[in-house]
């Protein structure tokens, strides 16, 4: 597709529910991030995907954060038991490999009741 | 990984006037972008500089980089309302090092 694509734009989600969100990147690229933001606050890396490599999980914030990525197309982040401290704006953004910029989906805005 | 500090966290300007937020980091780099974000949503890249540049442009934005001193500033010119937004640095150490982002400045341009 012409950009980046992320589903569903908004989640209202009851706590201790489990939700799944998802991120068409453009194609082509090989690198696929995932970013959490709090309301007025920076990015929070969560984890990234390049290539046929092991991603780099080293920013899931507990066990109940987990993201799958098939080949070099679309992507799953799924929070297990949600809690409200999950709250925020999920940001996917892909990139070709090498220097280049990102490209941003709109992001997931995921509330927890 | 690094993460870039940028300053000011918050600036307002009055329209036409330039503004300029600058991104400071600890260790070298292969590259360094801005991005734009409004709304809280996706955001826009905006430029890459590389390491061996000093200065780069596109349109009102003028940004340079200091290798010696691991800082740059985005400089937007002329700034217009539809600036309003939140602007971060992001640092590539190259390789298969993910990007990482600095902490945002928050500009409000006034009509």
């Known amino acids: 597709g012409a950009g980046v694509s992320q589903s569903p734009s908004n989640k209202v989600t009851e706590k201790g529910k489990d939700v799944e969100l998802r991120c068409d990147p453009i194609?082509?690229?090989?690198?696929l991030y995932w970013y959490r933001q709090r309301l007025g606050q920076g990015l929070e890396f969560l984890i990234y995907?390049?290539?046929?490599?092991?991603?780099?999980k080293s920013g899931l914030p507990s066990d109940r954060f987990s993201a799958e990525r098939t080949g070099e197309s679309v992507s799953t982040l799924t929070i297990q038991r949600t809690q409200q401290e999950d709250s925020a704006v999920y940001l996917c953004?892909?990139?070709?490999?090498?220097?280049?910029?990102?490209?941003f989906g709109s992001g997931t805005r995921l509330t927890v009741v | 990984s690094q993460q870039g500090e940028e300053d000011p966290q918050a600036l307002s300007i009055q329209e036409g006037e330039n503004a300029t937020m600058n991104c400071s980091y600890k260790?070298?780099?292969?590259?360094l972008q801005w991005y734009r974000q409004n709304s809280g949503r996706g955001l826009v890249h905006l430029i890459l500089?590389?390491?061996?540049?000093r200065e780069k442009h596109s349109g009102r934005l003028r940004v340079t980089l200091d290798t010696s001193k691991k800082s740059s500033s985005l400089l937007i010119t002329a700034s217009r309302a539809a600036d309003t937004a939140s602007y971060f640095c992001?640092?590539?150490?190259?390789?298969?090092?993910?990007?990482?982002f600095g902490t945002g400045t928050k500009l409000q341009v006034i009509p």
């Open positions: 992001a640092l590539d150490s190259g390789g298969y090092q993910k990007v990482t």
């Open positions: 260790t070298s780099i292969n590259n």
């Open positions: 500089i590389r390491s061996n540049e």
């Open positions: 953004a892909s990139s070709l490999a090498g220097p280049s910029g990102y490209t």
């Open positions: 995907f390049q290539g046929n490599s092991a991603p780099d």
């Open positions: 194609s082509g690229h090989t690198a």
